[in-house]
């Protein structure tokens, strides 16, 4: 009995240092600084109030901050997020969860409306994906009709293109419906194998001073500057956005 207590309390321990070697690989991982210097951070009310002050002294050059999701949802920590981030220059840009089971249309006038009176430098996102969407699977002809709208809504008026946060899975099934825009790719812990991409998110749980808990955590494949510009309606500066 003694020895198979010994034997389960061994396995314990095992388990246990397991689990925090990969927690601890999660808050110290981070890719080539020399190849990606610029370092940013995605975040919705889910991070609940941050301290804007205190993350961008802890080395974070721009952040994506979520306005909205489907046809009627507004993330209630954007306004704040936003003003806030904008008071201390850091360059910042919004991002739309499309649900499956909305019309573009919808999710377009709801993205336009809930960013209409915010100051972006960035270009706006759509998130596609299949985690935290509702059970319908619409056919690629579906999703790609859908999305072919909602792209014309916002660019039209926005007057900047749109990117897209795509994980792999999503791409491999609708990734040939999809018009080509900027990608934003998902790959924890490791650089992404394509070469397509601008924006990478390499950490869903990392750690920045300002925000409790984790928050996933950015790089970006050019130049700040670069991606500021893709981010300014034709013809007018950002700064001049209303």
């Known amino acids: 009995m003694e020895r198979h ?8 321990i095992i388990v246990v240092t397991a ?15 020399s190849r ?24 974070v050059a721009f952040a994506y901050i979520k306005a909205s999701e489907g046809g009627d949802h507004r993330d209630r920590e954007f306004r704040r997020n936003i003003v806030d981030a904008n008071r201390l220059g850091l360059p910042v840009g919004a991002y ?8 573009g249309t919808d999710q377009a006038r709801n993205f ?47 007057g900047s293109k749109v990117a897209y946060y795509v994980p792999d899975d999503l791409l491999d099934a609708y990734g040939e419906a999809l018009p080509s825009r ?28 300002g925000i409790i808990g984790g928050v996933d955590l950015d790089v970006i ?10 981010g300014k309606p034709s013809g007018r500066p950002a700064e001049e956005r209303e």
């Not at 925090?20 to 600084?33: A, T």
């Not at 934003?184 to 194998?193: G, K």
Request: with cysteine; hydrophobic share 45%.
């Open 182 to 209: 900027l990608l934003w790719r998902r790959s924890i812990l490791q650089e992404p194998e394509q070469s397509d991409w601008t924006i990478w998110q390499y950490n869903p749980a990392g750690r920045v001073a």
């Open 19 to 33: 689990v925090g070697g990969l927690c601890l690989n999660f808050r110290e991982y981070e890719p080539d600084r």
């Open 112 to 158: 336009i409306e809930a960013v209409s009176a915010a100051v972006m430098q960035l270009p706006p996102v759509v998130d596609i994906e299949f985690t935290g969407n509702c059970d319908h699977r619409p056919s690629t002809d579906e999703l790609g009709h859908e999305i072919a709208i909602f792209l014309e809504m916002v660019e039209g008026g926005l």
């Open 36 to 59: 990606f210097p610029l370092r940013g951070i995605d975040v919705s009310h889910h991070q609940g109030p941050i301290d804007w002050s205190a993350v961008v002294g802890d080395d």
């Open 5 to 12: 207590w010994k034997a389960a309390i061994g396995a314990i």
């Open 221 to 230: 494949s050019i130049g700040l500057d670069e991606l500021m510009a893709l």
């Open 96 to 103: 739309h969860f499309f649900t499956f089971c909305r019309p």
